[in-house]
Structure formats: structure tokens, C-alpha cells
């Protein structure tokens, strides 16, 4: 077992913070979005997100929602690029083309964050980046509400525990939607086959979608496909999963309440541990046609295109933050193998 350490690393052409600890290690990159580029359990030979040692600060800018754990503000679509809050009506870029014409995944995880801070000690390694979005940032254009992004890993014996806080300094309602597009590894295990992935999810309903990808204000109750997440016996690629999205449940974890997925690979027994903090309402699941190697359980504070919906908060999951006041997130990853 490694002694615990942070550092500074070049990978990429970027500066990235390498942390290690028990038998994990994490490298977080700034310079993409405070983006998890990697997180590894040496001993069990699992590798959590999609991952490529050949990758560059290039790649991960062009494609910034498919690699590691890529945190988005706004996540997700918004009908015609409009977002409508209590005290003003916002217009976003389209950016997605025909046929959707939305705005999809905001901005955050394409900036260039600002670290702050890392360290060790005999428990756990730490790192600690932010973000200011202000009149700087050439999206504040359509957004002019000011905020503070803040992002902490944790890396111990028990995982990477990851925490994102947010923080309204205008004088305005500051729109909460967020999400990460995390993108597990499939396999995630050395030496398997993504056949061998099975998804257990505690979903609920399941939100009807249109021809955009928007929600028609229709849930629908689950059919024997829906089920196998449920059963924990999805697997989550090879076939296509595309935008199936679902109110977020919890199941019992080793007697404990558990807000979060498991994901199996039948072949070694292995597995990861998925866990969101409650304020996560939402699961959508997409895999890229389900042939390139990994696939995305995504949580969400907020259905798709929430806060245009004529349904109730309550429902959609959509939340204002007044101004100097501020909303934290949390997830936690972990293995679990035999042995355990």
C-alpha cells in the first residue's frame, strides 16, 4: 500500500495534481474543468473513468464531456436556448444542431479553473481547485450571473470523495442545475470484456422524452427492460443506451441506505460503488452507441430543460439560489472486490 502524497504532474501538456493514497490514485486537471482525468485502484486493477495515457489538453478540450468526470453547469438541454428563472428570462447559444436546437451542457467544463490548493497527511490526500465566473468569461454574455465554482477531492483508503459548491455573488436567482457525465470504463477491470458489466440502479419512474430530447411532462411506470436496472442486471453496453432518464431511488447497501449505483463485472466479481448525495433526483443513462468503451450514469439535480417546464419544482428537481447564499453537491466512489 502507498503512502499518502499530492503532487504536481505534467500530463497532457497541462498541469494536473496527482494524488495517492491507500490503494488509490487520482489526477485532476484544472486546466479542463477541474476534470477527474483519472482514478485508479492499483490492487484490484480497475480503472473507474474512461481513460487514454496518449490523451492531450487538446482532447480533453474538444471533447470535454466524454473523458473522466466531467462536472457540467448548466447540464443537459434547454428548449430553444431559453431558460426561464422567477426574475429574468435567459437566452443561451443553441449549440446542438438540428433537429434538437437546444442548448446543451453549459460552459464549466471548459474552462480553465484556478488550483488552489493540495496536500497529505497520514489519512487522506486532498486537492482544491475554483472557478469565478464573472464579466471575464465570454458566456456571461448570456448568463450574467455571478458565481463561484469550488471543487475538493478526497482520496483515502475509502475512495475519492468529491464535493462541488456553489455560490451565488449576484444580485440575482442563480438557476441549480448540475450534473456530472461521469464515464466508467467498460470493462473497468484489467483483462475483462464489456460484456461482462452489469448496471444495478435504484431507479424510479421513467421520464418520457421527444424527438429533441425534452421531456413531455410524461412519466411512464417501468417495463421489464426498465427492470433489469432495478435487478442489477443491465448491462450497459454493447447496446445502445440513449438518454433514458429516471427518477433516482435508493437501495440498501451492506444495511445502510444507498443513494448511488453499483456496477459488477460478472467475470472477476469486482466492483464500483457509486454514491450521490440526496440532492441528485435524477439518473440518465447514454453510452455512446454502446461500442466505444464506456458508458454514462449521470445524476442530476434537475430533469432536462427543468426550469421551462410547466410541472412543480418539487417535480423537476429545478432550484434558485438567492444571492449570497450557496448549494453543495457530493459523490463518492469506491471499489469492492472478493476479498471485501
Known sequence: MRSNQARIVEFGGMQCIEMQSGNYIAMVAP?????????????????????????????????????????????????????????????????????????????????????????????????????????????????????????????????????????????????????????????????????????????????????????????????EEDLEYKEGTRMPVIQNIDNEMYFAESLDHNGEKFHGIVVSDVLTGKQIGYEVSDNYLFWIFWNDKGVNGYFCPEPMSAMINAPNMKLPPAVTGYQELKPGKNIVFTQHFFTVSEED
Not at 438541454?77 to 422567477?86: H, I, N, P, Q, S
Not at 455560490?167 to 450534473?179: E, Y
Open 31 to 223: 486546466e479542463v474543468g477541474s476534470n477527474v482525468i483519472r482514478f485508479r485502484d492499483e490492487y484490484n486493477e480497475i480503472e473507474f473513468f474512461r481513460f487514454n495515457p496518449e490523451n492531450t489538453k487538446e482532447t480533453y478540450q474538444q471533447h470535454s464531456e466524454t473523458w473522466g468526470l466531467p462536472t457540467l453547469y448548466l447540464p443537459n438541454r434547454f428548449e430553444d436556448g431559453v431558460l426561464k428563472t422567477t426574475d429574468a428570462v435567459y437566452h443561451l447559444p443553441v449549440n446542438e444542431k438540428a433537429p434538437y436546437n437546444n442548448h446543451i451542457h453549459g460552459f464549466l467544463q471548459k474552462r480553465e479553473h484556478q488550483f488552489k490548493e493540495c496536500g497529505a497527511d497520514s489519512v487522506h490526500t486532498w486537492c482544491r481547485t475554483e472557478y469565478l465566473y464573472d464579466e471575464r468569461d465570454e458566456f456571461f454574455q448570456y448568463l450574467p450571473i455571478k458565481f463561484k465554482a469550488e471543487f475538493l477531492f478526497i482520496l483515502s483508503e475509502n475512495g475519492l470523495d468529491y464535493t462541488f459548491k456553489l455560490t451565488n455573488l449576484s444580485d440575482k436567482q442563480m438557476p441549480i442545475s448540475v450534473a456530472t457525465h461521469t464515464t466508467i470504463s467498460a470493462p473497468f477491470c484489467d483483462n475483462s470484456k464489456p460484456e461482462k458489466l452489469r448496471l444495478l440502479a435504484p431507479i424510479g419512474s421513467r421520464w418520457v422524452l421527444n424527438e429533441r430530447c425534452l421531456p413531455t411532462e410524461e412519466f411512464i411506470p417501468l417495463t
